[in-house]
């Protein structure tokens, strides 16, 4: 519940996404671009079910593998062309 899903990537290397700044990624048929590396707001930190303060993503990240931000932002370039749905 603190997270949203993101697509996930198998065989990227970790942290690689890092370096995909203005390149194209297609999922499926959706295109999109890299465009900045995603920081994270201190809301992931607060409890969705509690309210309280009780991680310190920043602080841990850092810790453990030397960066702050998990990964990286996309902007659709080319959606999927749907088709309408009829009732």
């Known amino acids: ?38 920081p994270r707001c201190a809301a992931t930190g607060v409890s969705p079910l509690t309210a309280v303060r009780d991680m310190t993503l920043h602080a841990t990240m850092m810790e453990r593998y030397g960066r702050r931000d998990p990964g990286v932002y996309l902007e659709v370039v080319r959606a999927a062309r749907s088709n309408p749905v009829q009732y």
Not at 3 to 14: G, K
């Open 1 to 38: 519940m603190r997270f949203r899903a993101n697509p996930h990537i198998d065989d990227a290397e970790p942290w690689s996404e890092a370096h995909w700044l203005d390149r194209k990624i297609a999922l499926g048929p959706v295109r999109f671009k890299t465009v900045m590396r995603a």
